[in-house]
Structure formats: C-alpha cells, structure tokens
C-alpha cells in the first residue's frame, strides 16, 4: 500500500516535470543574470512551503552562486524578516506584508519573485502590483492553471498540476536548477558579461 502511493507520487511528479519548458526557465535566468549585470536587487517571497522555497533560492544564490565572485548576487527574501512580517501583519493586514517592506528597499530595475501555489495569494499580488507600478521587473511563480499571478506579473512560470506539494516540488527544483546553471556555468557568464571572479 505505501509502496504505491510513493510510486504513484513519483509517477505524477515525474510527468508534470517532462512538461516544464526549458525556455520558460531561460527566461528566468536571463531575468536574473540581467539583474546581476546592473548590480541590481532581487526581491523573493512566498507563504507556507513557498516562503521556505523562497528563503532557500535567497541562500543558493548569495552563497552559492556568488562563492568566488567579487561582485555578489544581491537576493533578499523578504518573508525571512519575522519580525516585519508580523509588524505589518498586526498594524496592518496581512496582504501588506510584501509590499510594505518594498516601499523600504524597492528601486527601478530591481527584480521581485513571488511565489504563490495557488497564484492568488493576496500579499504576492499585491507586491507584484506595487513592482510593476514603480519600475521593477516581476516573475511570478505558481502552480494549478496559473492563478491571478499568472496575469498580474510581468513573466510568469506555471507548475500545472493540481497538488499543491508537487508544485512546491517543481518550484524549488527550478530554483536549484538557476542555481546551478550560475554555479557550473561561470565561465560561460564570466565571458559573456566579463563577471569579476577571483583567481585560484
């Protein structure tokens, strides 16, 4: 019984993973090496098992990604701030949360990464909104047939399949994959955007 039920896990995982496009993905990394090139900062953020996925990309990439590089990936995860988080959420509402601390730190060209299962997180659209009203470039990442964000973001990447732990499988392995792709891929960046990186 158990048996089938982690083979028929794999089994879905499996097929929802086969659809991602890769050039949905490039778009993304384009996005994201564009932010690099001008020095400019990322913004990511989500709920639940989505904030985790968030503040995991933050850590590849300042760690990670930016091991050896003079010049840093600057990538802040917003919901990692508790204690803002709760400010705004108990002077405020909690569809504040995001998007008031944006109005702190957000400049033009900035990028801001929302990641909502559903797509209709309403303190994800709301900070997407402010972005995409002050200059930045927005990503939106979600899961089902897109949700709100899908349309409220400037690029979106849909995980479409309908269990929510599967898109936050598909969402963290396509944050691992960005990560990687910097990571191994150095030289090619390094050559195509003359990257500063430390010899050994």
């Known amino acids: 019984m158990i048996k089938n039920h982690v083979i028929k896990y794999f089994d879905e ?103 909502s299962g559903s797509g209709n997180s309403e303190n994800v659209l709301k900070a997407i909104k402010y972005a995409n009203k002050n200059g930045a470039k927005t990503i939106g990442l979600s899961g089902f047939n897109g949700g709100k964000i899908a349309n409220v973001a400037q690029f979106s990447f849909v995980a479409r399949i309908n269990d929510m732990q599967k898109i936050e499988d598909v969402h963290l392995v396509v944050c691992h994959i960005i990560m990687k792709i910097f990571l191994r891929d150095r030289e090619i960046w390094r050559r195509k955007f003359t990257l500063c990186v430390k010899s050994k």
Not at 69 to 74: D, N, P
């Open 13 to 115: 995982l499996r097929e929802v993973m086969s659809k991602i496009q890769p050039d949905r993905l490039e778009k993304i990394i384009n996005l994201i090496m564009d932010a690099y090139k001008k020095e400019k900062q990322i913004f990511i953020f989500g709920n639940g098992g989505s904030a985790a996925t968030a503040s995991h990309f933050a850590c590849d990439m300042n760690k990670c990604a930016s091991m050896g590089l003079k010049k840093k990936f600057k990538v802040i995860c917003l919901n990692d701030s508790i204690s803002s988080v709760l400010a705004y959420a108990n002077d405020m509402s909690y569809a504040d949360i995001f998007a008031e601390q944006l109005k702190n730190f957000l400049k033009p060209g900035d990028l801001v990464i929302g990641i």
